[in-house]
């Protein structure tokens, strides 16, 4: 069956993921320095803002590739039209 073990996209699980956090926060909310002492919980945040943080570079990267690019053809296009006419 080729099968392939892919881990879920961030952005689809970061909705689940964030409405996690608030319930935790909420139950912390008077306890946040026990919350903040929790080893697994600051490995778990450190890595999530890791990640959020690669995810949001190459989407500027991305983005700056597709501006680079409507420039290209809009400078091409305008080239193009000025021969036209």
């Known amino acids: 069956m080729n099968i392939k073990n892919s881990p879920p996209f961030i952005l689809d699980i970061l909705p689940d993921t964030f409405q ?3 319930l935790i926060v909420s139950n912390y909310e008077d306890r946040m320095s026990q919350l903040a002492s929790n ?3 600051v ?3 450190d890595n999530l803002i ?3 943080k ?3 570079r190459v989407r500027a990267a991305a983005l700056f590739m597709l ?3 409507l420039h290209w053809l809009g ?7 000025c021969r036209v006419t």
């Open 39 to 41: 080893e697994f919980f």
């Open 75 to 81: 400078f091409h296009l305008c080239c193009v039209a």
């Open 20 to 22: 996690q956090l608030k």
């Open 67 to 69: 501006v680079r690019k």
């Open 54 to 56: 690669k995810c949001i």
């Open 50 to 52: 890791n990640k959020l």
């Open 43 to 45: 490995c778990f945040m």
